[in-house]
């Protein structure tokens, strides 16, 4: 006999008047896809994310001015990252050793990629984030550089940000991304959600080796730590994400038996590194109003801040997770355009 | 370790990766673009019928989380770019029967009675808060069951809807949905409430694309023509029509007949031939159509009339027509009638009046206004047939569910005439139409304001007309008439003076004549039928 005989019910009237209805659907769906994911027990299970996760191939014939091809940068990992350059239609079809040959403009801004999906989720080649880079492509008038950096909870912290240090200094060493000017690659890292926190982890690891980063782009950065904020609360299950999925994924990336409190989530915490007079390149700080780790997003800028950094916040009111994936909103056009100035500053 | 993964899903869609200014404006079948860029297959028609699955999912994982990861584990999934397939597919694989997922405020009821009948709905309880009881009654899908079900969340959408509660109007849509699929929707309450479902959903979903006409005047002639074969309604009311007609004009030379709608003008030919047939020969017969302007630059009223006129010279009645275009019954006004004070006028009017029972906050009415110069042309009768229902009344709830109620006799009644298709779905998209405006409009887009012979009656003696005794002989004839064109299970019933055609022991359609009622400080005079002094103007 049932002691309740209530039907507990979701309340998704928020999420649903925030964002158009093709978004809703399409983040709605990798929330519910991802539920089917996440064992709790902590494991996940991976056959399946890689069944549902739509994938494109890259391609070498330019469309909308813009292709792009695999590379494999380190056999020992098999890390693999897809570049993306910008082409014109009527070039004629390049072959493997033209992709080695300089692009050949003045300045030229690679920006290094890191995809987002909490660290188990998605690839370089899922559908979403392939589209993002393209739209980089044309937007900012750059090469995109977008690392399939290895995943939890099967591979915990450093390997993500390992990756990364991985395409930094590949990246770096690339002639054929030189900008003819001063003959050095233009750097940028630039990543959404765990791709955020990868690039703060990896600026880090090049401010420390003498690498130049020219600037940081963190879209909806993932960070956290062990205390309850305002914003996690008050938003807590109401636009797409809840504190008990992102608990759920930092268990999965943090080594084991770590807490929330590790530098790798909670940089400006009780164990954080300190920043002052660390030669740490600019940031361009996305936060999106109606996502439940603003607090954390925003300690991180403010962090920056008083370290003496030098940090660009832009706070969209109105904005949920993963708006940036179509470009069917207003926030879509108004970052699109302030990491263009971003990478552009010196061009 | 793979590069990639498992690429099960690798598509070689990049090839035809749309331009990133991809429109965002996409025809309803086509794929939405912007998820397509993203890798996923959604109809844009579809967006709203995935999103409203993703709902009930995570309804459903919040209340059992661990069947769903099983499912997911274990099931064969095909292709998760087919989003609305994915969806559907997990949704019918969880081990849920539709009483899972139900409101509060729902009681289910214990009838067994197949179609809602006059005595069902006295019964049915009103909705109360209490929760859902005796989920297990409903786990065996019977028939009659789900479609007390049906009507029970139909109602209880409807007081969701008056509530301005849109978001949980719109959940019950969704599990109505689900709920249809398992009724017969062929006939009964299945097919009824299926018509029901998409209006509310029209309602409730895209409001802004509810006209007050709900589609072209020259579709509704076509869907009205099958109306007019699949059920006796129609032919009823011209019958009955004609008959008080003709003899009102008893012992009159010159008659002229003022159509409020003159659609195919089915009604006048069998009026033509009996004036041809009466005894001391016919009159000169005057017709005047009235009906919405063609919008292809074809005159349709002319054309109309052109037919009559053939049919009149061949049946030797002296006969002329007149067309009037006007897209609201209001617009018209008398003077472009060209009443004569010579000729016997007849005022008919077929499911017309009610439409000019709409008002807003910037005008009243018309239908006072209308009613006032009827009287003033000094008819020898006014005959008006209408729908026998309630649906002009202001709370919504009360109007849809007397609107139910009406439309499931007519449904049921137009089932027993066992049309043949197309012809039935057509007849039955006629009828669709009146559902959609009773149910979606409000305001002056709200013309299907059928109101009962009752509420007639009381207008129209108000506005100075009494009524006129449709007489025995009219009811034998229309008793007679339908044993010919209709089934089993019609009923012509007589209720002071007018008649009525319906469905079992429901009246669906009411036919009345009336005249007018001399007042004391009238001004019209025989001779002066518009009651005006000192006039110069020609008036004829």
Known sequence: MEDNNEVNEVDLTDSKMVVPLNTWVLISNFKLSYNLLRRPDGTFNRHLAEFLDRKVAPNANPVDGVLSFDVIIDKGTSLLTRIYQPASADAPQPNILDFHKPVGVEVLPVIIFFHGGSFAHSSANSGIYDILCRRLVGNCKAVVVSVNYRRAPENRFPCAYDDGWTALKWVNSRSWLKSTKDSKVHIYLAGDSSGGNIVHNVALRAAESGIEVLGNILLNPMFGGLERTESEERLDGKYFVTIQDRDWYWRAFLPEGEDRDHPACNPFG?????????????????????????????????????????????????????????????????????????????? | MEPYGNSGGVSSSASSSSSSSAASITKPHEMDGYLAEAGYMVRS???????????????????????????????????????????????????????????????????????????????????????????????????????????????????????GDL?????????????????????????????????????????????????????????????????????????????????AFHGHDCVHVIDFNLMHGLQWPALIQALALRPGGPPLLRLTGIGPPSPDGRDSLREIGLRLAELARSVNVRFAFRGVAASRLEDVKPWMLQVSPKEAVAVNSIMQLHRLLGSDSNRNSPIEMMLGWIRNLNPKIVTVVEQE?????????????????????????????????????????????????????????????????????????????SPLHLGSNAFK???MLLTLFSAEGYRVEEKEGCLTLGWHSRPLIAASAWQVMPLPEATATATNPLGIVNHSANHV
């Open chain 1, 270 to 347: 009780p164990r954080g590194i300190r920043l002052k007079d660390v030669k740490f390149p600019k940031s361009l700080v996305v936060v999106a109003g109606l996502d439940l780790v603003q607090d954390w997003q925003l300690a991180y800028a403010k962090g920056l801040e008083k370290a003496g950094q030098d940090v660009k916040l832009l706070f969209l009111d109105k904005a949920t997770i993963g708006f940036y994936l179509l470009p069917n909103n207003d926030h879509f056009y108004t970052v699109m355009n302030e990491i263009s100035s971003f990478v552009r500053s010196d061009c």
């Open chain 2, 389 to 465: 229902a309630d649906h002009n009344k202001a709370g919504f709830l009360e109007r849809f569910t007397e609107a139910l109620y009406y439309y499931s006799n007519m449904f049921d009644s137009l089932e027993a005439c066992g049309a043949m298709q197309p012809d039935k779905t057509l007849a039955e998209m006629y009828i669709q139409r009146e559902i959609c405006n009773v149910v979606c409009c409000e305001g002056l887009a709200r013309v299907e304001r059928h109101e009962p012979l009752s509420k007639w009656r009381t207008r129209l003696e108000l506005a100075g007309f």
């Open chain 2, 45 to 163: 028609s579809d967006l709203r019928h995935v999103a409203q699955r993703l709902e009930r999912l995570e309804n459903v994982m919040v209340n059992s989380p661990n069947d769903l990861a099983h499912f997911a584990s274990d099931a064969v999934i095909y292709n998760p770019s087919d989003l609305a397939s994915w969806v559907d597919s997990l949704l019918s694989a969880s081990d849920l029967s539709i009483s899972d997922l139900d409101f509060p405020g729902v009681i289910i009821n214990n009838h067994h009675t197949a179609l809602p009948t006059a005595d069902t709905w006295a019964e049915i309880p009103p909705i109360s808060a209490a929760p859902p009881q005796n989920h297990h009654q409903v786990t065996a899908v019977m028939e009659e069951d789900s479609g007390i079900r049906l009507v029970q969340l139909l109602v209880t959408c409807a007081e969701s809807v008056q509530r």
């Open chain 2, 477 to 479: 004839q229309a008793s």
């Open chain 2, 167 to 247: 978001a949980l109007a719109g959940s019950i849509i969704e599990t109505m949905r689900a709920l249809l699929t398992r009724v017969n929707t062929d006939c009964g309450i299945g097919k009824v409430a299926g018509y029901f479902i998409d209006a509310l959903s029209r309602r409730v979903f895209t409001p802004q694309s509810v006209g007050s006409d709900g589609g072209s005047a020259h579709q509704n002639e076509l869907l009205y023509h099958y109306f007019y074969e699949a059920c006796p309604y129609l032919k009823f009311a011209h019958f009955t029509a004609n008959q008080a007609i003709l003899e």
